[in-house]
Every structure is written in structure tokens, then in C-alpha cells.
């Protein structure tokens, strides 16, 4: 904890009641920010910003999941839980589709198909491939999550506009689901800022993936910046002089 002097009008208060425990706060809040550095954006306060703002807004969903996931939420009134199940799935939607898009839109990448109607999304797919031929995973990728948990989201939330779930096939208000809809949306925003920013790095960078029995134990993250030439092996480190290595090195 910092315990230096602070400038004058500014307090300390802990944030949140989580940290590098949770997945999402390692490879979002830590890992994403350090990826950001090393992309090629004409803005780079402007980005950083609205990373921020993403990193915000999975905090707040993820405040509203803790209170879902208590051992005591089945015993609150039932307004009280439904309260938390709208603030709940707005907060994770919001994170997704308003902040995350605006985020890549610094990065120079319209993703506004990929949340509109099948024909829209796919003629936006061929508009996008033209201008960012490289994009082709990400588009699979985009599709494939419209297939399945995006469509499922984005029918939910509209019956919570109307209130009317006489034909909801499956509710989604229980702590199972808000789980797994939570680590869908925190995962498609990681992999596919991963998937666009790897084509936007700065010179001589590229991100690369680290398998999961190699991560670091207490900081798990899953990619991270790395030379083109050290993977490719155009760039040679050094050989270590054994004459500098002392008994206690090589024991």
C-alpha cells in the first residue's frame, strides 16, 4: 500500500475488494495496459483513456457479480436481487459494446458491425476485411461469438427493456450464468484486442502468446509485448562470458 505523502486534496480509499486474484484484473487491467504501450495510435493519452474507462466498467460488473455470487443473495427481496441482475448484465453490455468499441476506434478500428443485425454484420464484415485484410480471425472470432453468448446477452438485455419474459426460453438472472456471461465478455475483449492490436504494433513488436505452465504464478498473464527478432531469431542476445560467472551462479 502507498504510504507516501499524498498532493494536497487528494485521498486515499481502497478501490475494490478484489485484485490479481481475479483473471480479468491481471489480463485486462495489467496485461492490456502494457500491450497498449507498444501499439502505434496517433493518441496515446486518448486511448490510455478509454482503456481506463473499460477497466472501470468490468470493475463495476464485477462489484455487482461479488453480491450476486454471496452465499446470502437468495435470501434478500426480490426486487433487491433483480436490482443487482440489471446492473449486473448493463455494466458487462456497456463495458463491451459502448467502452471496448470506442477503445479500438483509437486504435483506428470501427467495430460497430459486429452489433448489428446479421445482414448489416456481414456486409460490415467485407467493409472491414477490405480496410483491414489482415482482420480475418477476428472476424471468425466476432461471428462465432454472435452465434452463441453475444446473441444470448443482447436478447436478455432486451427483454429487461420491455419486462416482458413471457418468452424467454432460458433466464439468465442466476449466479451460474452471470459467472460465464462475466468471463465471456472480459475474454472477447482481451483476445480481440489482441487479435486487431498484434496488426497496429509499433515497428519491430508483435505480442506474443505465453503458455499457461510458463505464466508467472502470481501475475498470470497471458500475452505480453515481445520483439519480432527474438521470436524470429534475427536478434541474437549475447553469449554469457563464463569467465564473468562466479562459483555461486553455476552451482
Keep these: 500500500m502507498y504510504t507516501g505523502a499524498l498532493p494536497p486534496g487528494f485521498t486515499l480509499k481502497l478501490a475494490a475488494n478484489f485484485g490479481t486474484e481475479e483473471p480479468f484484473v491481471v489480463r485486462i487491467q ?4 502494457d500491450i497498449l504501450k507498444y501499439i502505434a495510435i496517433p493518441n496515446e493519452d486518448e486511448a490510455d483513456f478509454r482503456l481506463d474507462r473499460v477497466i ?16 446470502s443473495f437468495d435470501t434478500q427481496p426480490t426486487f433487491d436481487q433483480q436490482a443487482e441482475y440489471v446492473a449486473f448484465y448493463n455494466s458487462i453490455w456497456w463495458a463491451y459494446k459502448d467502452r471496448f468499441k470506442l477503445l479500438m476506434g483509437e486504435l483506428g478500428f ?3 458491425f459486429i452489433f448489428q443485425n446479421d445482414k448489416n454484420f456481414e456486409e460490415g464484415a467485407k467493409r472491414f476485411l477490405v480496410a483491414h485484410p489482415e482482420a480475418t480471425e477476428f472476424v471468425a472470432v466476432a461471428r462465432n461469438d454472435r452465434n452463441g453468448w453475444q446473441s444470448q446477452l ?19 438472472d442466476n449466479p451460474r450464468d452471470a459467472r460465464v456471461f462475466f468471463d465471456n465478455v472480459w475474454q472477447a475483449i482481451e ?3 489482441v487479435y486487431l492490436g498484434e496488426t497496429v504494433m509499433r515497428e519491430g513488436w508483435t505480442i506474443a502468446h505465453i503458455p499457461e505452465e510458463q505464466r508467472d504464478k502470481t ?3 497471458r500475452f505480453k509485448p515481445y ?7 534475427s536478434i541474437k542476445l549475447p553469449q554469457l562470458d563464463s569467465s564473468n560467472v562466479s562459483e555461486a551462479d553455476v552451482s
Excluded: C, W, Y
Aim: aromatic share 2%; glycine share 10%.
Design 219 to 221: 501475475i498470470p498473464i
Design 227 to 233: 520483439l519480432k527478432g527474438l521470436l524470429d531469431g
Design 154 to 172: 443482447a436478447a436478455h438485455r432486451n427483454v429487461m427493456h420491455s419486462g416482458d419474459r413471457r418468452d424467454e426460453k432460458h433466464d439468465l
Design 30 to 33: 495489467i496485461q492490456t495496459k
Design 110 to 112: 470501427d467495430l460497430g
Design 56 to 71: 472501470e466498467q468490468l470493475d463495476i460488473a464485477r462489484i455487482h457479480l461479488g453480491r450476486i455470487e454471496d452465499k
Design 191 to 193: 483476445e480481440n484486442f
